[in-house]
């Protein structure tokens, strides 16, 4: 007797187990390469260090021939590619700066969602996006541009290709957007820590230039407290004193006033207090014994400090004090001068025969005493050698 099972049911079970079982397999090995390309992601907060190595754990779960990275900015509508690994586009390099507009960048930053072109012709899309015919003139005929995002904001794209059509499945472009979540934070933060450091920088060479233009600046430049105790200052006080920064910061402002005007001291701090500033003149005296005449403008500080201070600057016109008292007393020596200077000027009414002068009174004078009168002239009397011949002929 013959007795047919029919096992058609178990085998058709059998292959939806292994079919499971193989989706299951599939899945798992997705996500430890997933995993891993985390682990590979937050390793280094200098994503260029990475780039390869994420680049290879990409390759498992999706085939691609080449791979690109590029950071896009809006607002200038520009793309930079940041990686590319795999087969070559001419007119596509690392570090070059490309227009985002006909690109398959600028279609997929307007929908914020993957581009997929997948086609042997791609006289359909040229016109299009004009930007992508060198990728396909390169031989790449399935294209995918993935967004990378932060905040809202499109920063990038992931951008794999194929030389062979319709490659890609929806499964593939489902991990290619799970990649590029990833991705795109390190990118973010990477850029993020960038723009740190450059600001770092940036704020670096601007302490720099201020700390240099304040040692070297031909002012006094310093801060005080409520007392009058020096905290911090420049060199050309010191330099000019002839004490060093180090002597200045264990003085207090008194302690360098001329001794003539050291009671002024409590009234400036008095006017700082009560009014916030001080300005004026005052006299410093120098380690050998000099004085100098500086004038200052300072000013009180009680915003962002533990205890208020004062910001003073003050420069040296003991020099220009000299000159102007110089110039002073050359003026009054001049006034003094033009003061004692007699000048005779002007027509004066001379007689043709005896040679009397008229003064402004009408009076007829000997022209002796005429310029005596007006002048600082004083005549001493003699005879000319025509009047010697004529009034003594025998001498």
Not at 62 to 82: C, G, L, M, Q, S
Not at 251 to 258: P, Q, R, S
Request: aromatic share 8%.
């Amino acid at each position: 007797m013959t007795i047919i099972h029919d096992i058609t049911g178990r085998k058709q079970m059998e292959q939806v187990l292994m079919k499971s079982e193989e989706e299951a397999k599939s899945i798992s090995r997705e996500n430890l390469i997933m995993a891993e390309i985390g682990r590979i992601i937050s390793s280094s907060l200098n994503v260029n260090e990475i780039y390869e190595r994420f680049a290879e754990e990409v390759k498992k779960l999706i085939p691609f021939d080449r791979i690109v990275i590029n950071a896009i900015n809006i607002e200038k509508e520009t793309v930079i590619n940041v990686y590319i690994a795999g087969e070559g586009v001419g007119d596509r390099k690392v570090g070059e700066v490309y227009h985002l507009q006909g690109s398959g960048n600028a279609e997929m930053v307007r929908t914020k969602s993957t581009l997929l072109i997948q086609t042997e012709d791609f006289s359909e899309y040229k016109d299009r996006f004009p930007m992508l015919l060198s990728t396909f003139q390169a031989g790449f005929q399935s294209i995918m541009n993935v967004p990378l995002s932060s905040k809202g904001q499109i920063i990038g794209g992931l951008l794999l290709r194929s030389s062979k059509p319709y490659a890609y499945t929806d499964n593939e472009v489902r991990l290619a957007e799970r990649i590029g979540n990833q991705i795109a934070g390190a990118i973010a933060n990477a850029q993020l820590f960038a723009e740190q450091k450059r600001m770092h920088k940036v704020l670096q060479e601007s302490e720099d230039r201020y700390r240099d233009l304040v040692e070297y600046s031909q002012f006094l430049i310093c801060t005080h407290d409520l007392e009058g105790k020096i905290l911090s200052t420049n060199q050309w006080p010191a330099k000019i004193l002839g004490y060093s920064q180090s002597d200045l910061l264990r003085m207090n402002i008194k302690d360098l006033l001329a001794p003539e005007v050291k009671d002024k001291f409590n009234e400036y701090i008095a006017t700082i207090r009560e009014q916030g500033s001080a300005k004026g003149f005052l006299i410093v005296q120098t380690r050998t014994g000099e004085k100098r005449i500086w004038e200052y403008n300072n000013t009180l500080r009680t915003e962002g400090v533990a205890e208020p201070i004062v910001r003073g600057m003050a420069h040296d016109i003991t020099e220009i004090k000299r000159v102007e008292k110089e110039r002073e007393k050359l003026i009054q020596d001049l006034q003094k001068a033009l003061s004692e200077v007699k000048q005779l000027s002007g027509l004066l009414p001379i007689c043709a025969s005896c040679k009397k002068i008229r003064d402004d009174k009408g009076y007829w004078n000997q022209i002796e005493e005429y310029i005596t009168d007006h002048s600082d002239a004083v005549f001493s009397h003699g005879l000319c050698p025509d009047c010697v011949k004529k009034l003594y002929p025998d001498l």
